[in-house]
């Protein structure tokens, strides 16, 4: 029989969910605020970028020394910092101190995805982990669709810093948990790596599937979050929804994640051939948002946003565990360094293309560079 690892997945899930949203929920805020600081929105944009920087580019470190102690107990550290910084971003009297705070949140942050996906591959027998790790990811990706809409009824009602301390109750919701319910585990010396953290990290890049997973990963991220940190600018300049209107048609990208998750394992398909039908749908977004003029078109291209980035992402966070056996939490740190890291710079070539261009212009070119990878990806072997 079979063991279920729902449990596991749900409490893991939980405190992933609550990392992703962490920084999503900002974007409807930032008008509030840049008004309570009197600066532009841009300025106050600054507090993204010191959340995101810290969040994707030390998530292998953190994945490292979980591989090196407990997992377990670099993961309620960090859950314990993340809520701590959020607390301390809602109580922020100055922007200057908002962005310290939004880096030391992004700090602690940085390590819960990656770690609880080696948990997952420590404890998920192989021919079950896709399925996990679909499911975990689902629910991360729900937090981040999700926040933008819960962000923006709470600015809209209350105020910005409501929002903050919401997510911060979240956050010491999942410490609890996490402390009363995910006992250490004996330490198992296999997982135990030797060698300093940059002899391991070059070992393991390349390596030839590290040399196809973790810059296709960045590839990824650059095209998939790039367009989708555009989404609900799109919606309002082009389309002339609302900013409560775009934040819940957001919404539908975490429900699809959710759902695409469930059944990213189940679908049957070769790895590649997922990742290919996520890209797929990707492109299938772009086409349809070129021509959307309602909203009901509108939800149906961020869901099928979605669905494309958990197919790509979980698979890639699968194969990962099997990158090295001893180094599952750095190789699950690449992943997500290259997601987002990718997805950083996917936004700003975004910003780039709309200092200049059109939406029209936008989704053409993303189109096109979607289309590429796709094909390109057929000749790929994983």
């Not at 997510?167 to 009363?180: G, V």
């Not at 953290?197 to 393991?204: E, Q, R, S, T, Y």
């Not at 360094?337 to 990718?342: A, C, D, S, V």
Request: aromatic share 14%; net charge positive; with cysteine.
């Amino acid at each position: 029989m079979k063991k279920n690892y729902n449990y596991l997945v749900l409490m893991l899930g939980f405190a992933g969910f609550v990392s992703a949203a962490d920084n999503w929920f900002v974007s409807p805020a930032l008008p509030a605020i840049a008004k309570n600081f009197s600066v532009t929105s841009a300025i106050a944009a600054t507090i993204i970028t010191s959340y995101m920087a810290p969040y994707g580019l030390l998530q292998p470190v953190y994945g490292f020394f979980a591989d090196k102690f407990s997992k377990e107990s670099v993961l309620k550290l960090i859950i314990t910092g993340l809520t701590i910084g959020t607390l301390l971003s809602a109580l922020s009297p100055t922007l200057s101190i908002l962005n310290l705070t939004r880096g030391i949140t992004g700090f602690f942050a940085a390590g819960i995805i990656a770690v609880s996906l080696a948990l997952i591959g420590d404890m998920v027998p192989r021919e079950l982990a896709q399925n996990y790790v679909g499911k975990f990811m689902g629910i991360v990706f729900l937090g981040q669709g999700l926040s933008a809409g819960m962000g923006g009824l709470l600015t809209k009602y209350i105020n910005w810093r409501a929002s903050f301390l919401f997510f911060a109750l979240l956050a010491f919701l999942s410490a609890i948990i996490l402390y009363l319910k995910l006992p250490n585990r004996k330490r198992i010396s296999i997982i135990s790596p030797k060698g300093n953290f940059f002899k391991i990290l070059f070992n393991i890049i390349n390596t030839p599937k590290g040399r196809v997973i973790f810059p296709l990963a960045a590839i990824a991220g650059f095209l998939i979050l790039g367009v989708y940190s555009y989404l609900g600018a799109y919606f309002v300049d082009k389309i002339g929804l609302d900013y409560l209107q775009s934040g819940l048609i957001i919404m539908f990208y975490g429900f699809a994640c959710l759902l695409g998750g469930n059944i990213a394992g189940k679908i049957h398909l070769q790895k590649m051939q997922t990742i290919i039908l996520g890209e797929i749908l990707s492109l299938c977004t772009i086409i349809l948002l070129y021509f959307a003029h309602s909203w009901i078109l509108c939800i149906i291209g961020v869901m099928l946003l979605g669905f494309g980035y958990i197919f790509v992402q979980s698979t890639l966070a699968t194969a990962a565990f099997y990158v090295s056996e001893t180094d599952k939490g750095l190789s699950s740190g690449l992943i997500g360094t290259g997601l987002f890291t990718g997805g950083s710079l996917g936004s700003l070539f975004g910003a780039l293309i709309l200092s200049t261009l059109n939406f029209n212009y936008f989704l053409a070119i993303f189109g096109v560079l979607i289309l590429i990878l796709t094909v390109l990806t057929f000749s790929i072997k994983l």
